[in-house]
């Protein structure tokens, strides 16, 4: 009965909420292009490329905040490339996005490499530390499993509601959808459906850094290569899961990431199963699920169709 | 609308001087001048293929000219930039709608009118002048509906009132009754009336003869991308549009009387259930026998579709019996459709009568390509399906670049001759036509009927579905009416009659008891 316990400790949701927070800002970034009509399957690297520059500026004797914006900006470059390659010249998504993946995770070794060539163990910085809400944080269970995190955790949060309220309650959020849908029904309301798609992939890809960064300047302290460990590929995942809702996309990545947590503690319990078997429950997990909800989910109509102006 | 009110009738609002535009060789437009005046529908008239909607989106700043200017209000619009258009005031329904289906008539029509950058959508202020200006024009449709709930009609609906949200001057309408009913095109028309009354100037383009004769003006014609001609509507035939608009004399299809022979096929108390538990057909009964062309009218939605899919072999009957050449048909399976001689010309000549992406030869062996003589040791014989399209192309005049030509670049004629032609091909004892004339111009529609009456000479049994009234009353020895999954007892054609049709269309005659259908 030990395994049920777990569930019901405090400690175990406030793992979750950890685990789920690079998810989160990855998912929504995600989200945020493919709303946009663009799948941007250079996440993995766009994330890699975050997790790099965020903990190298602060390692280079940058501000903490000065770390995150050097990561949702690089993020947003690589975005930019996607982007370019994929909005205005029509090139395939699917081909691009794995070469942005490609590109950014070498560089990204490439540059490591260059800047320290004679470190043998990976640099340290001083990361991000678990901010107690005043008040909140008191109240027994919930306060230590929500209201004691760091700060990325909580701005992970903030940026669902956020980016939800964007996409449903602004104009700008309403041509974002509506180019995902029909960007012709965009262009003959007289807005450019290029900018306003670059402009849609570089957010998302700033998101998608800063799940990155998350890695290297909150859940660790330093940078290791193939850190984020497919991560992105959940992420995108989660967005079919989530319907392409950013609230939906957050319960997933929750319930992902309880179940990883959980397996973490299940392993100490539960002698005689290989470990590997935990490992995979969560995954497991999440193909069943998706199973369950992508068979309703409305994907945007005019996901990967490249938009040629004046074409039927 | 205090804006529309400014100025004085046959002020000139809109000025093309030597439009030209071409594409690789073929010249789309050549030099097109012309001017509209406030308060005027003016019809552009021209065969598929003659450069309207090029023109059109030239206009509106979807293309950019390669020669000439535009001239709104007095001032030079700057090319390829619909964003100047609709500031100009012009306002475009395009054929093939631009709505995102997914979302709110609100949003469809408020998007691009406020700042991208402000935190907060106009909620109350733009739901209530939308509800004013579909009062005021005839618009009526649900402002909270999705679009991909609403019919063509309604989405037309939210499309002008899309244009009349920003204030639009001139309304340029693309082909805008070629996918409405005979109902919904009299209310555009009207809607036509109070929107020139209000001083818009309209340009109507259309290939639907009675129609510009009814809404229009002054009409001018365009052929191969040139305008070859220009008149006041009032005191104009049919007869000299269409000569004009097709370059020689249009000869009417002629129908002779033969008798019917063995019946061919027998719907006996056909039932099809549907989602949301209504009945798609309603014990439905059907006999057509060889030498016969039994039309089934119906304004859209009734039912047709299934009917068609039904004898397509794209479903099955839930109840009742369907006999086809004698033979009972169970399972639907429409290969096997194929083999029994049923040749199909579908409603949908993009979606389903062809795959656009696909070549011309690819397209045309769709139905054989397992079979002698294109399938040789399991490999195609691309020579003999290449022969075969050829042919094809050459016997049913299809303009195209040749048999390797991607389908979907052809005109709405062209594909409709490539798909006549692919099923005329396997000798078809039936012959399912499902709307096939929609769309296409004059020119084309002599063309089909040509064809379907030379296909009921030779013997086939033919189901002609429309909406177009006048194609049923000219060319079938029977119609029958559809409406909600019901199927009227035919009436033959000593006893046709405009009004008793039109009346079943709209529901008299037709038992109401079965539950679940919406109007």
């Not at chain 2, 011309?360 to 062996?365: A, Y």
């Amino acid at each position: 009965m030990a395994a049920l316990e777990i569930i019901f400790t405090a400690s175990l949701w406030a793992a979750a909420l950890r685990i789920a927070s690079p998810l989160i800002f990855a998912t929504l970034g995600e989200l945020i292009c493919e709303r946009a009509g663009v799948l941007n399957l250079g996440i993995e690297g766009i994330m890699t490329v975050g997790a790099f520059t965020g903990w190298f500026t602060v390692y280079m004797g940058g501000d903490l905040w000065v770390g995150v914006a050097v990561a949702a900006a690089s993020g947003a470059a690589f975005g930019l490339l996607h982007a370019l390659l994929v909005v205005p010249l029509g090139l395939s998504q699917h081909v691009t996005g794995i070469g942005i993946t490609l590109l950014a995770t070498s560089l990204t070794s490439y540059v490591y490499r260059v800047s320290l060539p004679e470190v043998t163990s990976p640099p340290k910085i001083e990361p991000f530390q678990p901010l107690a809400i005043p008040g909140l944080s008191e109240i027994p269970f919930l306060g230590q499993a929500l209201f004691n995190q760091t700060p990325l955790t909580y701005l992970a949060f903030i940026s669902v509601a956020l980016v939800a309220y964007i996409l449903y309650r602004t104009p700008v959020g309403l041509a974002v959808r509506m180019v995902g849908e029909n960007p012709a029904a965009v262009e003959a309301q007289g807005i450019d459906v290029t900018l306003l798609r670059i402009g849609a992939v570089m957010v998302g890809s700033a998101f998608m850094a800063l799940g990155g960064a998350f890695l290297t300047m909150s859940a660790f302290n330093s940078f290791y290569f193939d850190m984020v460990n497919g991560r992105s590929w959940i992420a995108i995942a989660l967005v079919v899961f989530g319907s392409w809702r950013p609230g939906k996309a957050l319960l997933g990545a929750i319930l992902f990431a309880a179940f990883d947590a959980y397996q973490l503690r299940l392993q100490q319990i539960v002698a005689g199963i290989p470990y590997q078997f935990f490992l995979m429950l969560p995954y497991i997990l999440s193909i069943l699920a998706l199973v369950t909800m992508a068979r309703r989910a409305g994907y945007p109509r005019a996901l990967m169709i490249p938009y040629r102006k004046g074409e039927r | 609308m205090s804006d529309v009110m400014d100025g004085q009738p046959g002020d000139v609002v809109l000025r093309l001087a030597g439009i030209s535009k071409s594409f690789g060789s073929l010249k789309a437009n050549d030099g097109i001048s012309f001017e509209l005046k406030r308060g005027e529908v003016l019809a552009l008239l021209g065969e598929n293929g003659a450069g309207k909607t090029t023109l059109m989106n030239i206009l509106f700043g979807h293309y950019v000219a390669d020669a000439g200017e535009i001239i709104a209000f007095g001032r030079a619009l700057p090319p390829g930039s619909p964003r100047a258009a609709l500031e100009a005031g012009i306002g475009m329904v395009h054929q093939h709608f631009t709505l995102a289906d997914n979302l709110s008539v609100l949003d469809n029509i408020v998007l691009g009118t406020e700042s991208l950058w402000s935190w907060r959508s106009q909620g109350g202020a733009a739901r209530q002048r939308v509800a004013q200006l579909a009062a005021d024009f005839g618009l009526g449709v649900n402002p909270d509906a999705r679009i991909a709930d609403l019919s063509v009609g309604e989405r037309q609906r939210v499309e002008i009132l899309k244009a009349l949200y920003r204030n639009a001057r001139i309304l340029i309408l693309d082909e805008p009754t070629a996918v409405l009913t005979p109902q919904e095109s009299e209310g555009l028309f009207a809607t036509l009336e109070k929107l020139v009354a209000r001083g818009l100037a309209i340009i109507f383009i259309s290939h639907k003869l009675h129609e510009v004769l009814a809404v229009s003006e002054r009409v001018l014609v365009l052929r191969q991308g040139r305008l070859v001609g220009g008149r006041e509507t009032k005191g104009a035939t049919r007869q000299d549009l269409a000569e004009l608009m097709v370059g020689r004399p249009i000869p009417l299809p002629k129908v002779e009387p033969q008798a019917a022979g063995t019946e061919l096929v027998r719907l006996a108390q056909v039932t099809i259930a549907g989602s949301h538990g209504r009945n798609e057909l309603q014990s439905v009964d059907l006999s057509l026998r060889e030498g016969e062309i039994l039309g089934i009218a119906g304004v859209s939605g009734n039912g047709q579709a299934t009917l068609a899919d039904l004898l397509s072999g794209l479903a099955a009957a839930s109840a009742g019996t369907v006999t086809l050449l004698g033979d009972t048909i169970g399972e639907a399976d429409a290969a096997a459709m194929v083999r029994r001689g049923v040749g199909r010309i579908p409603e949908d000549r993009h979606a389903v009568g062809l795959i656009g992406d696909m070549s011309i030869t690819e397209n045309m062996i769709a139905e054989r390509y397992r079979e002698q003589p294109f399938s040789r040791h399991h490999l195609i014989d691309w020579q003999a399906a290449r022969n075969f399209s050829q042919g094809i192309i050459a016997g049913f005049d299809v303009r195209c670049p040749g048999p390797h030509a991607t389908a979907r670049l052809l005109s709405g004629g062209n594909m409709q001759k490539l798909i006549l032609g692919r099923e005329m091909a396997g000798n078809p004892k039936l012959i399912l036509a499902a709307q096939p004339t929609r769309g296409l111009d004059i020119g084309a529609v002599g063309y089909v009927h040509e064809q379907l009456l030379a296909a009921r000479k030779r013997g086939a049994g033919i189901l002609l579905i429309s909406e177009d009234l006048d194609e049923l009353l000219t060319l079938s020895d029977r119609i029958a009416v559809i409406y909600r999954g019901q199927l009227s007892a035919p009436m033959i054609r000593a006893d046709f009659s405009v009004q008793q049709i039109g009346l079943m269309m709209a529901g008299h005659g037709f038992a109401q008891h079965e539950a679940g259908h919406a109007a």
